[in-house]
């Protein structure tokens, strides 16, 4: 069964800095992986997709990466900002017909100004 | 705007009432999902279908009911829900290959009373 971990938990950090959320999985037989950002009571806003075949996506300041074999990715914030200030989601694809999507219990990041 | 769009977006109703909430995307995708998220715990994945059949029900209580009428549409049906049934409810779709990104709604807001 997959599971997805997602460290830490929170995190709250100075405006301008670089930081690195971490997230881990038990099942390296993915489909793919996606980095979803959501503010507070709303819905999730995807970030940033990649494929099984794939290394690391770049998307702006943002920079995910991805290496199946130890079944980790990490999402790189670049001269992170206030608007950076949400939680930030994980999820696995798996091959099964059904394409679950597992999701990761999320890191809440504040950027302090 | 992801292009999948749930109503209503809050919702209040008693123990004993009946309610349907419903999802709807013109992606052209094929996979829609049906998620609870509470307060404190990941997303949990409800109900899964695919090509308009339910593939997976992850031991969703019976008083929680899907129905996908069509591969743009997915309702979930509730009657005599309990006040831990109180959550966000997201609705994603895509397509059943896994190799494109989930787009989520922005979820319907239940609380029962």
């Known amino acids: 069964k997959q599971e997805v971990t997602q460290i830490p938990a929170a995190l709250s950090v100075p405006e301008g800095e670089n930081l690195v959320l971490n997230c881990s999985f038990t099942?390296?037989?993915?489909?793919?992986l996606q980095w979803f950002r959501q503010d507070p009571g709303k819905g999730l806003t995807s970030l940033l997709l990649?494929?099984?075949?794939?290394r690391e996506q770049t998307s702006g300041r943002l920079n995910a990466s991805l290496d199946k074999s130890s079944g980790r990715s990490t999402l790189y914030i670049a001269a992170s900002q206030p608007g950076d200030s949400a939680t930030y989601l994980c999820?696995?694809?798996?091959?099964?017909?059904?394409?679950?999507?597992?999701f990761g219990s999320g890191t809440r990041l504040s950027i302090r100004p | 705007e992801t292009g999948v769009t749930q109503t209503p977006r809050h919702l209040v109703m008693g123990m004993t009432n009946k309610k349907s909430l419903k999802c709807e995307q013109h992606?052209?995708?094929?996979?829609m999902y049906w998620y609870k998220q509470s307060a404190k715990k990941p997303l949990e994945l409800m109900f899964v279908?695919?090509?308009?059949?339910?593939?997976e029900n992850n031991s969703v209580p019976s008083r929680f009911s899907p129905e996908c009428p069509n591969s743009s549409h997915l309702f979930l049906h509730l009657h005599t829900l309990q006040p831990e049934d109180s959550a966000l409810y997201l609705c994603?779709?895509?397509?059943?290959?896994?190799?494109?990104?989930?787009?989520f709604g922005q979820g319907t807001r239940l609380t029962v009373v």
């Open positions: 994603a779709s895509s397509q059943e290959s896994g190799s494109t990104e989930a787009f």
């Open positions: 999820a696995v694809m798996g091959y099964s017909s059904a394409s679950k999507i597992i």
């Open positions: 279908y695919s090509l308009e059949e339910r593939v």
């Open positions: 990649i494929q099984s075949s794939q």
């Open positions: 992606l052209g995708h094929n996979a």
């Open positions: 099942d390296s037989a993915i489909y793919n």
